[in-house]
Nanobody, 125 residues
């Protein structure tokens, strides 16, 4: 499975961006899907995750109320709507998918089987 992430860019603090992730050759049905981010010299950090069917949706505390993870079943896409962006949100963002479904260890990058290539988000102050 190849994941393709898009939608990153440069935005001023307080602005918005929407990231999107699609799978090349299968659906996300029954998967767990998520978004992580990484800055130079730091480990990959959990941002948000959900079951494809929406029964479980979780966010990192620092993005609660500002970011929304959603799915589009028609296009087999996972999106991350990011509002009220802050300079500390600057990072490379990665989408991820877990074929075995939801896990209580949803924060751990090691739990995910497939990854997108990363898309840069830069928030200027």
């Amino acid at each position: 499975v190849q994941l393709q992430a898009s939608g990153g860019g440069l935005v001023q603090a307080g602005g918005s961006l929407t990231l999107s992730c699609t799978a090349s050759d299968r659906t996300f049905s029954n998967y767990a899907v998520g978004w992580f981010r990484q800055t130079p010299g730091k480990e990959r950090e959990f941002v948000a995750a959900r079951r494809w069917n929406g029964a479980r949706i979780v966010y990192e505390d620092s993005v609660k109320g500002r970011f929304t993870i959603s799915v589009d079943r028609a296009t087999n896409a996972v999106s991350l709507q990011m509002n009220s962006l802050k300079p500390e949100d600057t990072a490379v963002y990665f989408c991820a998918a877990r074929s075995r479904g939801w896990t209580v260890a949803f924060r751990r990058p090691q739990e995910y089987d497939y990854w997108g290539q990363g898309t840069q988000v830069t928030v200027s102050s």
